[in-house]
């Protein structure tokens, strides 16, 4: 018993050797253990608890660099982009770049296409398979009878075809052959050989029955990359909004930069006036004194908002990512389409009315409504029993040979058929019926976050309007408060000529007209940026020309969309979505 025991223990080590081996072979290391592989990329420690130090001496500039900072501070009113590339762009030409050029743009355009391939996935589900079944047996068993064979010889061999059916049934057609030799002397056919023609169908009557059913993927799908064309039109417009914000945010900080080198030009001649006034001894020294404070004030604004003018340019260039406009390239970029403030009389009913149709978080709601019609008649159908009826029918051929068995295929003088059934039923079906259930109450949440959505529609839009109305109304305003801010500074100039008024009232009035003339110029900002937040509110774009888009596919080359949209099937214009076959009959299901 030992020895058998021992003979036994060695072929199972034997076969676990062997099972080891054909899994290294596979392309496993080691089946019973770890492996480096197994746990991706690794990391080194230090890179992920140690926190390194800045020193700031290690990045000094070279000698030669831009000193910028240090030219204004020794002429203030010198031009600080002397000497640096120029370019000119408009409005309309930083929207085309956008389009052309803006990374995160190129990040959301992606997402449709990545969509519509999961749709061609989706439609394969009912591609038909082609298989081959084999198998090689040997046998050897004794028997009791001399009229059986203790040794046999079986290899079969069925190709054949899977057909899925968008009822929910499968159909198969398949060829099944084997061959049989055996040492039994009384077979008449040693070896025999079968060839017989299959054809099964197995189609679902209830749980998983028909065409709406086991289209649901497919429709959920194609719902689901109309959703990815609204969220991209959306992301269009929020960075051509973006753009155009930008664009006007960097006009104001050019336009403050030189409202501070005026104030400064104005301040050092208060200071020339200051001199000439002690020198003819009709005035204190200390007016001396209160004049250049003024200079020196003046100096830290401009030094101020030049650095605004940089930020805010670096931004406009980030967005519209240009090749040879680089964000650290020292090249100007003058903005040459200036602001044209008219006064508007708007009907905010209106704006509001369209606004709801135009923007593309209502549409996306529209869509996953859709999906949810679809989600509950899925969920329905699953929470019903499974009955499938099975039906198969066989033409069977025999003979010593293939060629045999072949023939007697052809004459199909052998067949045979079978019908079967076969039913399934939950005891309580408490999970389908929580799905049907969540199902519903998603939708019921839906409705309500598309009335929430909505009202903040309507909210921003009206704010939207107020806010255009209230710049209106700062620009009129700052206009009045610039002339009274001038005529205040000329005759706090000739006063102070006369010895009424001193320095310090001068400078006075030259700081309440640079922030009479900065407040304008936010007004006039801002009375551009709220056209801006208006036309985004209504889902719509400032400008006369329309903007269209495609989605973008990284595998196929700029422009070439007709390798983008081979093999698949259209989903319509972008924003329109494809008619969706509506919900069941019968839904909905009363006091629902």
């Given at each position: 018993?030992?020895?058998r025991?021992?003979?036994?223990g060695?072929r199972?080590?034997g076969?676990?050797?062997?099972?080891?081996?054909?899994?290294?072979?596979?392309?496993?290391?080691?089946?019973?253990g770890?492996?480096s592989g197994?746990?991706?990329?690794?990391?080194p420690v230090?890179?992920?608890?140690s926190?390194?130090?800045l020193?700031?001496a290690?990045?000094?500039?070279?000698?030669g660099?831009?000193?910028?900072?240090?030219?204004?501070a020794?002429?203030p009113?010198?031009?600080p982009?002397?000497g640096?590339?120029?370019?000119e762009?408009?409005?309309?030409?930083?929207r085309a770049w956008?389009?052309?050029?803006?990374l995160d743009?190129?990040?959301?355009l992606?997402?449709?296409?990545?969509?519509r391939?999961?749709?061609?996935?989706?439609?394969?589900?009912?591609?038909s398979?082609?298989?081959i079944?084999a198998?090689?047996?040997?046998t050897d068993?004794?028997?009791?009878?001399?009229l059986?064979?203790s040794?046999?010889?079986?290899t079969?061999f069925?190709p054949?075809?899977t057909?899925?059916?968008?009822s929910?049934g499968?159909?198969t057609?398949?060829l099944p052959?084997?061959?049989?030799?055996?040492?039994n002397?009384?077979?008449?056919?040693?070896?025999a050989?079968t060839t017989d023609l299959r054809?099964s169908i197995?189609q679902p009557?209830?749980r998983?029955?028909?065409?709406?059913?086991?289209?649901?993927?497919?429709?959920i799908?194609?719902l689901e990359?109309q959703?990815a064309?609204?969220?991209?039109?959306l992301?269009?417009?929020?960075?051509?909004?973006?753009?155009e914000?930008a664009?006007?945010t960097?006009f104001?900080?050019?336009?403050?930069?030189?409202v501070?080198?005026?104030?400064y030009?104005?301040?050092?001649e208060q200071l020339e006036r200051?001199?000439r006034?002690?020198?003819?001894?009709?005035?204190p020294e200390?007016?001396?004194i209160r004049?250049e404070d003024?200079?020196?004030a003046?100096?830290?604004?401009?030094?101020?908002?030049?650095?605004?003018a940089r930020?805010?340019?670096?931004n406009?260039?980030?967005?519209l990512?240009?090749?040879?406009?680089e964000?650290?390239k020292?090249?100007?970029?003058?903005l040459?389409s200036p602001p044209?403030?008219?006064?508007?009389?708007?009907d905010?009913?209106?704006?509001?009315?369209?606004?709801?149709?135009n923007?593309?978080?209502m549409?996306?709601?529209?869509l996953?409504?859709a999906?949810?019609?679809?989600s509950i008649?899925?969920?329905?159908?699953?929470?019903?029993?499974?009955?499938?009826?099975?039906?198969s029918?066989?033409?069977n051929?025999?003979g010593?040979?293939?060629?045999d068995s072949?023939?007697?295929l052809?004459?199909?003088?052998?067949?045979?058929?079978t019908?079967?059934?076969?039913?399934e039923?939950l005891?309580g079906n408490?999970?389908?019926?929580s799905?049907v259930?969540?199902?519903?109450?998603?939708r019921?949440?839906?409705?309500a976050?598309r009335a929430?959505?909505?009202?903040a529609?309507?909210?921003?839009?009206?704010?939207?309007?107020?806010?255009?109305?209230?710049s209106?109304?700062r620009?009129?305003?700052?206009?009045q408060?610039?002339?009274l801010?001038?005529?205040?500074?000329r005759?706090e100039q000739?006063?102070?000529?006369?010895?009424?008024?001193?320095?310090?009232?001068?400078?006075d009035?030259?700081?309440?007209?640079?922030d009479?003339?900065?407040?304008e110029i936010r007004?006039?900002?801002?009375?551009?940026i709220?056209?801006?937040d208006?036309?985004?509110?209504?889902?719509?774009l400032?400008g006369?020309l329309k903007?269209?888009?495609?989605?973008?596919?990284?595998?196929v080359?700029p422009?070439?969309?007709?390798g983008?949209?081979a093999?698949?099937?259209?989903?319509g214009?972008?924003?329109?979505?494809?008619?969706?076959?509506?919900p069941?009959?019968?839904?909905?299901?009363?006091?629902?």
């Open positions: 018993m030992s020895d025991f021992f003979v036994g060695s199972a080590i076969l676990v050797s062997a099972a080891a081996a054909l899994a290294s072979v596979a392309g496993c290391a080691n089946p019973f770890p492996d197994d746990y991706g990329q690794v990391v230090e890179r992920l608890r926190i390194g130090t020193t700031l290690d990045y000094a500039a070279p000698e660099e831009d000193l910028t900072f240090r030219r204004l020794s002429d009113l010198s031009d982009y002397a640096l590339e120029r370019l762009v408009t409005v309309e030409q930083c956008t389009l052309e050029n803006n743009l190129q990040v959301s992606i997402d449709p296409t990545i969509e391939v999961r749709l061609s996935g989706e439609e394969a589900k009912f591609e398979t082609f298989f079944d198998n090689y047996a040997n068993q004794p028997t009791s009878s001399d059986q064979g040794n046999a010889e079986f079969d069925t054949g075809v057909i899925p059916l968008r929910g499968t159909a057609v398949s052959t084997n061959r049989t030799e055996t040492n002397e009384f077979s008449t056919l040693n070896p050989y054809l197995s009557l209830l998983g029955a028909g065409r709406r059913a086991n289209t649901h993927s497919i429709r799908q194609s990359s959703v064309e609204a969220r991209a039109k992301e269009v417009i929020r960075r051509l909004a973006e753009v914000r664009y006007w960097n104001a900080a050019r336009k403050a930069l030189e501070t080198q005026q104030q030009e104005l301040a050092t200051a001199r006034r002690v020198r003819a001894q009709v005035a200390v007016e001396i004049a003024g200079v020196a003046r100096l830290e604004d401009i030094i101020r908002a030049d650095n605004a930020e805010a340019q670096r406009l260039k980030r967005i990512n240009v090749k040879g406009m964000i650290g020292p090249m100007v970029l003058d040459t044209d403030p008219v006064s508007y009389k708007l905010p009913d209106r704006l509001v009315t369209d606004a709801i149709a923007r593309m978080e549409l996306e709601f529209e996953r409504l999906q949810d019609y679809s008649d899925f969920a329905r159908n699953q929470a019903l029993p499974l009955f499938v009826m099975d039906y029918y066989t033409i051929g025999l010593s040979s293939y060629s072949l023939g007697v052809r004459d199909n003088r052998f067949e045979d058929w019908v079967g059934a076969r039913f039923a005891i408490e999970a389908a019926e799905r259930h969540v199902a519903i109450l998603n019921l949440q839906r409705l976050s929430a959505r909505e009202l529609i309507r909210q921003e839009v009206l704010n939207a309007v107020d806010g255009l109305e209230s209106w109304q620009i009129l305003a700052a206009r408060s610039v002339e801010a001038e005529r205040l500074l005759a000739n006063q102070f000529e006369v010895g009424a008024r001193t320095s310090t009232d001068v400078l009035a030259a700081t309440r007209l640079a009479a003339q900065l407040s007004a006039i900002t801002d009375y551009q709220a056209q801006v208006l036309s985004f509110a209504t889902g719509t400032l006369a903007v269209d888009w495609e989605p973008r596919d990284p595998r080359p422009g070439d969309f007709a983008e949209r093999g698949r099937v259209p989903l214009p972008p924003g329109v979505p494809v008619p969706d076959p509506g069941p009959p019968g839904w909905p299901p009363p006091n629902f």
